[in-house]
Structure formats: C-alpha cells, structure tokens
C-alpha cells in the first residue's frame, strides 16, 4: 500500500509543470495589470489554471459547464457580437479538448457507431444510427447554407457556435452521461444553482409585489428575459421529478428536491410566460402518448395538421384576414389584460409574431431552397413585411428572431433544412419510445422518460420561440438526444 503511494519523478512532473506555469502566469498577470491599469490581465491565471484542469480532468471541467448554465451571463461584444460567459468560452475550449481527444486516440468512443468495418451498414440501418447521421446532415446542411447566405461572415459564426454546442452537448455528454449515477451528477449540478438563482429571482420579485410589468426586470442578468427564465425551469423540471424518485422517502436530499421542485413551479407562476404554462400540460399528455404507444400516430398527426393549417392560410392570402387592428394592438401591464388580449388578437407580443411569421413564409416562397443562411433573418426580413400587421414594437431595436424555430429554419437554411430538422425530431420521438418500451431496468425507464419529456418541451417552445441557439435550452435539447443514445449503445 505505501509504495503505491510513493510519489516518484515522473508522476510528479506533470503537476510541477502545472503548477510552474500558473505562478508564472499570476506574476505576469499582477505586473501587467498593474503597468496597464486593465485588471482584467488578472484573468489570466486562473484561465492557465483551466487549461491545466481541462488537460488533468475533462470531465470535471464539463460538469463546472453544466454548473455554470444557470449562472452564464450575456456579454456584449464590439462590432455586434455577443457571448455567454463563462459558459460559451467553456464550450469552446471543451470542443478543443474534445478534437484532441478524438485525434489522438483516432476515434473517440462517441463515434463507436461507425467502427467495426464490415458491420458499419448494419449499423446505419438501425434507427439511432440514422438520428446520428440526421444530426451530422443537420450541421452539414447549416454549412452549405452558410455558403449561400447573403452575409456569409455572420452565417458560419453561427456555425461555428452550433459546432461547439453539438460537440460539447451531444459528444462529450455521451461519453460522461452513461448511467444512473452520471445523470445524478448531471442533474444536481444544475438543480443548485438553479434553485438559488430561482430564490433570488423570487426574493428580488417580491419587492415589486410580483408585479407582470416589472418581471423583466428581476430575471436580469442571469437571463436575458422572463421567457429564457421560465423556459429553463420547465425544461429541466423532469429532471428534477427524476431525481426525486431516486431519493430515498423522507431523506433530506428527497426533500430538497421537493422543496426545489414546489419554488420552480412558483417561478414560472411568477414569471407571467404563457407557454411555460402550456408546455408541462402537453408533456404530461405526450407522458401518455409514450406509455400507449401512440408516438406515431402522434407525430403524423402533428405532420398532417401542420401541412393542413399551412395550405389553408397560405391559399387564397387567406392570413391578410387576421391582420391586427394597429390602435388596439397594444403592451399591457397586467397579466390578466394580457390573457384576454391573447384570445382577442390584440396582444402585441403576438401579433408582431404574426408580422414576421408573414414575412418568414415570403422569404421562403422566394428563396426555398438554401434560405438567406443561417442568422440571416434580421438583416434581410424588412422588405418581406407586410404593413397590415405591423405593430408599435415592430421596428425591433433588441434584434430578435422570427420567434419559430420551425419556421426560422426553413427561412435560413430552406425547406430542406427545416425538413432535416423535423425529421431529426421525429426520429428522437419516435426512438425515445421504442427504448423505453424495450428497456427493463426501471431506472433506465425513467432515464429515457425523463430526457423524452424535457426533449418535448423544447419542441413545444420552439413553437413560439427561437431557444436552441442558446445555451440555457439548447445544451438541454443535446444532452436529451446523447442520453438516448447512450440509452441505446448500453445494454438493457
């Protein structure tokens, strides 16, 4: 026993190294900052010592990224961009990581499904292997249309950030996110910060009487408004239903998460967002959708109703009949003006919804199939609009999207990228109930039923909303798909 603790040469090195070019760094660092008077040169030692902790312990530094997605701040960089700190630099150097991996050992494990030479066909024909390829046509479709975009520089930074989203949240979680004792980990690595920056939000909300107007106001600055806030609890609050179930009766952690589960649903109240009323209600029923084994019959449902609806609105300009009255079409301050508003048509979040919703089905109509490239909407949706539904908020000075992920889709990438991205959705659905039926074990059950379900939610939300580009929903919609894939790699 105490020779394999002695410590020798060469076990020490690395540490020694380490350690060598963090003090280094800290001396540097103090006497720049203190030359140049930008303190922000004091950064530079702690990013050292992350490159060092990303070197020695790859997944540590993938779950500090998990612990950091409620806390990530929006960032505002020069000549218009933007970032998520610390989360974003993060996933960038996670992705590096990741490609080293990947090269020095010739193929990660996240990418077994393509090993075994004479068995690759197989593999392909089984139906996660197919979702896989659709991720990777996903991606590769964003990129042939980034080469048709009509502001190109915009359209691949775009892909470059779905690039470290994809690696990061679908690659690294499946080879950190295999069994019941990882998603565990996962899942309160999240739940804690979750909670306290919920707490905080409520605390800060009180003291404006929980007023509807002032809501935007308390979200700020851990997200960017009340929407990004309720969509987050309700996304990840099958998580914290599946963790409870994991929880010993009366124990304190299953308390906690009682506790934490009774304050997510008390900051979504409070957080006055329409669909994150809605969507726990439609994963409720999709929970029994699963359990029937009507996920088919559900998604061609969807399919059918949605051509239906888009023939009969499109035909004849059939959607001019819906065209907002400007006067009346105005901000309201209380909730419940806002409710009957919404049923009345005169709710300004959704009519100017409906203006780009217009203008989105023009651009199509003009461009099908590449679309104006990825990030491309705002830059080129102005002359598409059509003056009947314009509203008082209609000149759009915060640069917000089309708010419909579907549809956003098919305007930037084309009526191929959208259908890529649907079918990709389809396939996780329809996968996601062929592996819990056939799984036995109960906790992987309610492993698959868990990222199913926060998976659906994301969908309903990507009907009003544009969410996956962020990082407080899309690393949910990756981590959902790698949990089912890894569900479907490991043995039952």
């Known amino acids: ?8 040469p060469s076990s020490l090195r690395t540490p020694t190294l380490l350690f060598g070019c963090f003090a280094t760094a800290s001396l540097m660092a103090i006497f720049a900052a203190a030359w140049s008077g930008q303190y922000l040169w004091l950064a530079l030692p702690f990013f050292i010592l992350l490159i060092g902790w990303t070197v020695v312990d790859l997944r540590g530094v993938f779950y500090l990224l998990l612990f950091c997605l409620p806390l990530s701040i929006e960032y505002e960089l020069p000549n218009g961009f933007g970032t998520d700190l610390p989360t974003e630099p993060l996933m960038v150097g996670l992705m590096l990581a990741f490609l080293f991996y990947a090269a020095g050992r010739k193929f990660s494990p996240a990418f077994a499904f ?12 089984r139906p996660v292997s197919v979702f896989t390829l659709l991720l990777f046509l996903h991606l590769s479709w964003i990129g042939l249309s980034a080469l048709h975009a009509t502001e190109p520089f915009i359209a691949f930074k775009f892909l470059l950030a779905k690039s470290w989203y994809i690696v990061t949240f679908y690659f690294l979680a499946g080879m950190f996110l295999r069994d019941k ?3 565990q980990r996962m899942a309160w690595m999240i739940f804690i910060p979750l909670a306290a920056v919920t707490a905080l939000t409520l605390i800060r909300h009180s003291a404006y009487g929980f007023s509807f107007k002032d809501v935007k106001l308390v979200v700020v600055p851990y997200f960017r408004n009340h929407v990004s806030y309720a969509c ?3 996304v990840f609050f099958p998580y914290v239903w599946m963790l409870r ?6 124990s304190f952690r299953r308390l906690a998460l009682s506790a934490g589960g009774l304050l997510f649903l008390i900051g979504v109240y409070f957080s006055y967002t329409r669909a994150a009323y809605v969507a726990p209600v439609g994963a409720l029923a999709f929970y029994f959708v699963v359990r029937w084994r009507l996920t088919k019959l559900f998604s061609g449902a969807v399919a059918v109703g949605a051509l239906v609806w888009v023939v009969y609105i499109v035909q004849h300009n059939k959607f001019l009949d819906y065209a907002p009255n400007f006067n009346k079409t105005i901000m309201h301050s209380h909730f419940d003006q806002l409710l009957q508003a919404t049923y009345k048509l005169e709710d300004i979040s959704t009519m100017e919804r409906v203006y780009r ?7 199509v109509a003009d461009r099908p199939l590449w679309g104006f490239g990825p990030n491309n909407f705002y830059d080129s949706y102005r002359s598409y609009t059509v003056t009947g539904f314009r509203t008082y908020v209609s000149k759009n000075p915060e640069h917000s999207g089309i708010h419909c992920y579907y549809l956003m889709s098919a305007v930037e990438q084309g009526l191929p990228g959208m259908l890529i991205f649907i079918t990709l959705c389809f396939f996780t659905l329809i996968n996601g109930e062929r592996l819990y039926h056939r799984a036995v074990d109960p906790d992987k059950k309610q492993i698959i039923m868990t990222a199913l379900l926060s998976f659906f939610i994301i969908l309903q939300l990507l009907l009003i909303n544009d969410l996956i580009e ?9 981590m959902a798909l790698a949990v089912l894939h890894q569900a479907e790699r490991s043995p039952d």
């Open 1 to 8: 026993m105490r020779d394999s603790l002695k410590l020798t």
């Open 114 to 125: 393509v090993k075994e030479g004479t068995g690759r066909a197989k593999r392909f024909t």
């Open 181 to 183: 004792k990882d998603l």
């Open 232 to 234: 987050m609890l309700v």
């Open 245 to 250: 179930g994991w929880e010993r009766k009366g």
């Open 357 to 363: 919703w217009v203008a989105g089905f023009q651009m």
């Open 470 to 478: 962020t990082d407080k929903i899309g690393s949910f919609f990756f």
